[in-house]
């Protein structure tokens, strides 16, 4: 039988069937399970996703999962995977959708560069449509990037959505991950996951259309905390945009959701520019360069098996996802036969990292700040000790000592908000020698905190607070900011917490 490109053989833990659907190969994995190519007796070939057994077993997971499904079912439109089929009750809950062979948009972006402006406009009118579809079943999708677009000569397909509000107790609970993708990610969504609407999906779709015009989103950083401090603190960055997109790019931008336009407007505002053929097809695929049309057309004529998939990675990650393409531990007691089936797409399923699996088969031989908490601990895991990090900043010159950590003074502890967290610094001017404290207040006893400088970076370092509800962190003794003293500005102090908290305060430094 033959394989679509890029599809990993299946591996001896993988089950040989989900349903009624034989597996074919593995499409990727991710944070909640794995995606699997399958197809149906008659021939069919759908993209089934498999939810990990652990995180069904979440108290309610299987009753949002069901209500996600049923909405997703609704979904109907041309720019969108249909679900085919779903089995929230299986051991392994599972969801298929028709398999598209398509390059992602982020993949499609990677090998060809930024597409031309008419190509661009034809992206957004399609997932714009898909939104719209999406948006009137009563679903927000909640993930929209560049990895979940595929695209295809006969117009964009929008993928994942449907289970992304089930998996939202779940990844904050058992991955400490978020719903979400922080470089894609609404401001909004990203301060709270709940917080997602269908304006948050726009504000998503402004980023992707970025994406495709330069190669970069809006926000950029080495880690997930430099792209969330910078969400919060900065404007996106708009380098190489053309100014024809400028307009409706920056409106699906706005900070405020309230500010965006909706799916339907931003579709209005592409639909004058899409090229109609003389049989009233569209024919805006003729815009996208010779190279793409030529990587798209070989995800048809080009089966063949991939030597190895890659998990989810750079800023178009899901902010929790993980590979989950090495060899798993034992798997857990198998309860009863797999049924059913589940899916995307294969260009965008390897990258996406929608969900990976774990679970018995039979053995045969053949891969939205989100909450800021949320994004708090995973910067903790994904940041290397102050050590080594403050070495590499100040090279191999040795650094001058710390200067001592003066106590907070009473009237900076008065000054500090009741009853939430909060913090403030011990003076709010100096000089570049000054030892600026930032002194917290009512945090969760344990929290792990991290201290940002709004336009800098996160600091390798993080407090841990007290018992009382308290923690102090003087800014830059051990040079983490910088090699020499403070540079004379202004600065704004983010402090987030691994239990949800935020708090900021502000200082100057002056020239001494």
């Given at each position: 039988?033959p394989?679509?490109?890029?599809?990993?053989?299946?591996?001896?833990?993988?089950?040989?069937?989900?349903?009624?659907?034989?597996?074919?190969?593995?499409?990727?994995?991710?944070?909640?399970g794995r995606v699997y190519?399958?197809r149906s007796?008659?021939g069919?070939?759908?993209?089934?996703?498999?939810?990990?057994?652990e995180?069904a077993?979440e108290?309610?997971?299987?009753?949002r999962?069901?209500?996600?499904?049923?909405?997703?079912r609704?979904v109907?439109?041309?720019f969108?995977a249909?679900v085919v089929?779903?089995?929230?009750?299986?051991?392994?809950?599972?969801?298929?959708?028709?398999y598209?062979p398509?390059p992602?948009?982020s993949?499609?972006?990677r090998a060809?560069?930024p597409l031309?402006?008419?190509?661009?406009r034809?992206l957004?009118?399609?997932?714009a449509?898909?939104?719209?579809?999406?948006?009137?079943?009563?679903?927000?999708?909640?993930?929209?990037?560049p990895?979940?677009v595929?695209v295809?000569l006969d117009?964009?397909?929008?993928?994942?959505?449907?289970?992304?509000?089930?998996?939202?107790r779940i990844?904050l609970?058992?991955?400490?991950?978020a719903?979400?993708t922080?470089a894609?990610m609404?401001?909004?969504?990203?301060?709270?996951?709940?917080q997602?609407?269908?304006?948050?999906?726009?504000?998503?779709?402004?980023?992707a259309?970025?994406?495709a015009?330069?190669?970069?989103?809006?926000y950029?950083g080495?880690?997930?905390m430099?792209v969330?401090v910078?969400?919060?603190?900065?404007?996106?960055d708009?380098?190489?945009?053309?100014g024809s997109?400028?307009?409706?790019?920056?409106?699906?931008?706005?900070r405020?959701?309230?500010?965006?336009?909706?799916?339907?407007?931003?579709?209005?505002?592409?639909?004058?520019?899409?090229?109609?053929?003389?049989?009233?097809s569209?024919?805006?695929?003729?815009?996208?360069?010779g190279?793409?049309?030529g990587?798209?057309?070989g995800?048809?004529?080009?089966?063949?098996?991939?030597?190895?998939a890659s998990?989810?990675t750079?800023?178009?990650?899901?902010?929790?996802?993980?590979?989950a393409?090495g060899a798993?531990?034992?798997p857990?007691?198998?309860?009863?036969?797999l049924q059913g089936l589940a899916?995307?797409?294969?260009?965008?399923q390897r990258e996406?990292?929608?969900v990976?699996?774990?679970?018995p088969a039979?053995?045969?031989w053949?891969r939205?700040?989100?909450?800021?908490?949320s994004?708090?601990a995973?910067?903790?895991?994904?940041?290397?000790s102050?050590?080594?990090i403050?070495?590499?900043?100040?090279?191999?010159s040795p650094?001058?000592?710390?200067?001592?950590?003066?106590p907070?003074?009473?009237?900076?502890?008065?000054a500090?908000p009741?009853?939430r967290?909060?913090?403030i610094?011990n003076?709010?001017?100096g000089?570049s020698r000054t030892v600026?404290v930032?002194i917290?207040?009512?945090?969760k006893?344990?929290?792990?905190?991290?201290?940002?400088?709004?336009g800098v970076?996160?600091?390798?370092?993080?407090?841990?607070?007290?018992?009382?509800g308290?923690?102090n962190?003087?800014?830059?003794?051990?040079?983490e900011?910088?090699?020499g003293?403070?540079?004379?500005?202004s600065?704004?102090?983010?402090?987030?917490?691994?239990?949800?908290a935020?708090?900021?305060?502000?200082?100057?430094?002056?020239?001494?």
């Amino acid at each position: 039988m033959p394989q679509p490109a890029l599809v990993e053989p299946l591996r001896r833990w993988d089950p040989e069937q989900v349903g009624g659907y034989v597996l074919i190969g593995r499409l990727g994995a991710g944070a909640m399970g794995r995606v699997y190519l399958g197809r149906s007796a008659a021939g069919r070939l759908v993209a089934i996703k498999t939810i990990k057994v652990e995180l069904a077993e979440e108290p309610d997971f299987r009753n949002r999962f069901a209500q996600e499904v049923a909405a997703a079912r609704r979904v109907s439109g041309a720019f969108t995977a249909a679900v085919v089929a779903a089995d929230p009750e299986a051991d392994v809950p599972w969801l298929a959708t028709a398999y598209v062979p398509a390059p992602s948009l982020s993949t499609l972006v990677r090998a060809c560069g930024p597409l031309p402006v008419p190509a661009v406009r034809w992206l957004a009118a399609g997932c714009a449509e898909a939104l719209e579809s999406i948006h009137n079943a009563g679903l927000v999708h909640r993930d929209l990037k560049p990895s979940n677009v595929l695209v295809s000569l006969d117009g964009p397909r929008v993928i994942d959505f449907g289970v992304a509000r089930a998996a939202e107790r779940i990844q904050l609970t058992v991955t400490r991950g978020a719903v979400g993708t922080p470089a894609y990610m609404a401001p909004e969504q990203a301060r709270d996951t709940r917080q997602a609407t269908m304006a948050s999906d726009v504000y998503s779709l402004g980023a992707a259309m970025l994406f495709a015009a330069t190669g970069h989103g809006p926000y950029q950083g080495e880690t997930v905390m430099d792209v969330l401090v910078r969400l919060a603190t900065e404007a996106p960055d708009l380098t190489g945009l053309p100014g024809s997109l400028a307009e409706i790019v920056l409106a699906c931008l706005e900070r405020d959701p309230r500010g965006r336009p909706s799916s339907a407007a931003v579709l209005a505002d592409m639909a004058p520019f899409i090229s109609l053929g003389a049989d009233g097809s569209d024919a805006s695929a003729a815009s996208l360069p010779g190279t793409a049309v030529g990587l798209i057309a070989g995800y048809g004529r080009d089966p063949g098996m991939a030597p190895e998939a890659s998990a989810e990675t750079g800023a178009d990650a899901t902010f929790g996802s993980q590979p989950a393409l090495g060899a798993p531990g034992p798997p857990p007691v198998r309860r009863r036969a797999l049924q059913g089936l589940a899916g995307s797409r294969l260009g965008h399923q390897r990258e996406a990292g929608a969900v990976g699996m774990t679970r018995p088969a039979k053995p045969r031989w053949r891969r939205p700040l989100l909450i800021f908490a949320s994004a708090v601990a995973a910067a903790a895991v994904l940041m290397t000790s102050g050590a080594v990090i403050g070495t590499s900043i100040a090279g191999s010159s040795p650094l001058p000592p710390p200067l001592p950590l003066p106590p907070p003074s009473s009237a900076a502890l008065s000054a500090l908000p009741r009853g939430r967290p909060g913090i403030i610094m011990n003076q709010t001017a100096g000089d570049s020698r000054t030892v600026f404290v930032v002194i917290g207040r009512g945090w969760k006893p344990g929290s792990i905190v991290t201290v940002a400088l709004a336009g800098v970076r996160a600091s390798p370092e993080h407090p841990v607070v007290d018992s009382a509800g308290t923690f102090n962190y003087a800014i830059n003794q051990n040079h983490e900011f910088f090699r020499g003293g403070l540079p004379p500005r202004s600065y704004r102090v983010l402090a987030m917490a691994s239990g949800g908290a935020m708090a900021t305060a502000s200082f100057t430094v002056n020239r001494g």
